[in-house]
Each structure stands twice: as C-alpha cells, then as structure tokens.
C-alpha cells in the first residue's frame, strides 16, 4: 500500500529520521580499523534507545542485529559478527530507527584508513548516484525517473547497478510500496504525490551487478564476482516543488 502522509505523520517522519542520521555520524566519528562488524553494532543499539527510539532492523523478519554491516564485497544485509574491519575497508552501515510508530532509514559507506583510489570513487559516485536522482524530483515526477538517474551515472563510470534489491516507500512500516528499483525508463511508472516518504538507495559494483543472495545465513547479499560494492540510502520527503531529504 502506498501512503500518503499527513502533517502530524510528516513531524513524526522528521523525528524518526534525525536520530537515524545522528546516529550514523556518532557512528562514523567511531568507526575505526581493528573493530569488529558487532561492535558497531552495539554502537548503533546503544545510540539509538539512549534517543527513546527503537532499532527497527533488530527482529525485522528475523533479523539478529540493530544495523546491517556490510564490508567490501557485501553489498547489504550483512550481520555483525566477529569480522574485524580492515584498514582499507569500505564499510556500509545501513540502519532504521522507530518512534512514535514511524520508522528512518538511510545508509552511509565510510572510508577505513587508506583506502584505494577506486575504492573511494566507488563511494563518491554512489553518493552522486543519489543526488542525481533527487535532481527535479517533485509532486509528479514519474517514479522510475529515479533508477533512470542512478543507473545513468554509475553505468557513465562502468559501474554496476545491483537489480535484486530495490528502495522503497517508509512510514508505519519500515518497508512500504512502491519499490524504488536503481534502475528503468525516464517518464515512466507511477506519478509521485507530496507528503510521500520514500528510501532511495542506490547499491552500486565495482564490477558485476549480479549478487549471491543469502549466503547460508539467509540475509548477507554479495557481488557474484566478490569485487567490492557501496552503498547510500536517505528517507526523501516527496514536496510540491522538490523533495525534503529527512536523514541529513
Ligand atoms: N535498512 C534496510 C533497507 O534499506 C533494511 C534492512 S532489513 C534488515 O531497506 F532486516 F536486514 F535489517
Ligand atoms: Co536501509
Ligand atoms: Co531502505
């Protein structure tokens, strides 16, 4: 079901949303060589409830953990655990917090130590990949003029765009339609509406866009090839005239 958000519902968006982009920079002001991947993630628990807040990725489906930590060749979805992050690194922590019955979302790559030249472009376009997209984005925009965007600049790079896992709409459920693919044609699929709150989140290879799927843990998503992959994600508030971006 797509949701249209009232005035009160859109406060409570607000809310949701700056604690998950608070947390995601006490979390990049720590991170550092030498943790391990579980270690972050008490760092995302403990932030998020000392915000009254609730981590909402933390039994989603099953879910094990509070944050999806996901290094190098893990795309999304990968489980804290003893994986100790490695000078180097490319590490994509991806959280969602709940208050008041809504939920944030969004997802930054950080740079470990001295990371390679193709490593950090890899990030710096997968950023710009979002930012293309919220370009002209407003009240009645076609919805697939965002993966026309994403897919756009990370293929101008030769970059890969993963197809199996896709954005999506927020609110009272941390998942809600429509999709949001990284992918498709300009001018088409459904016209947005203000007071619309969806993720953008373009995942973004090195090399092959296919990906290993759950990896026998039934969440961790790899690149097929095991070359290394990004990561950006905010909640977008949809407006008459452009888009409020709410995680930054
Ligand atoms: N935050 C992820 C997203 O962007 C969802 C993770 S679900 C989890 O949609 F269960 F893996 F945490
Ligand atoms: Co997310
Ligand atoms: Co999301």
Redesign the pocket.
Same mark, same amino acid.
């Given at each position: 079901m797509i949701t249209v958000k009232t005035p009160k519902e859109i406060e409570f968006m607000r809310e949701s949303c700056r604690i998950v982009k608070e947390t995601l920079d006490f979390v990049g002001s720590r991170i550092h060589a030498g943790m391990t991947t579980k270690e972050v993630d008490d760092l995302v628990y403990k932030y998020i409830i000392s915000c009254g807040a609730y981590p909402s !990725?933390l039994g989603? #489906?099953g879910?094990p953990a509070s944050s999806?930590v996901s290094v190098n060749e893990v795309v999304? %979805?990968g489980i804290p655990g003893d994986r100790v992050i490695l000078d180097g690194d490319i590490v994509s922590v $991806?959280?969602?917090a709940e208050k008041n019955g809504f939920h944030g $979302?969004a997802?930054r790559t950080f740079l470990i130590g001295n990371v390679s030249e193709e490593r950090k472009k890899l990030v710096k376009v997968t950023e710009e990949c979002f930012f293309k997209a919220i370009e002209g984005l407003r009240a009645g925009s076609h919805l697939y003029d965002i993966g026309y965007a994403v897919q756009t600049h990370a293929e101008s790079h030769g970059y890969g765009v993963v197809r199996a896992l896709t954005g %999506?709409g927020i609110g009272r459920s941390? %998942?809600e339609d429509p999709g949001v693919p990284n992918y498709g044609k300009r001018g088409t699929g459904m016209r947005l509406k203000a007071g619309m709150t969806i993720?953008i #989140?373009p995942m973004i290879t090195l090399g092959t866009y296919r990906v290993l799927m759950d990896n026998n843990d039934g969440?961790t998503v790899t690149t097929a090839d095991g070359k290394c992959a990004a990561h950006y !994600?905010n909640t977008v508030l949809i407006t008459e005239d452009g888009v409020e971006i709410l995680t930054l």
């Open positions: !990725e989603f #489906e879910y999806c999304v %979805h $991806d959280i969602t $979302d997802a %999506h941390m %998942h993720c #989140e969440w !994600e």
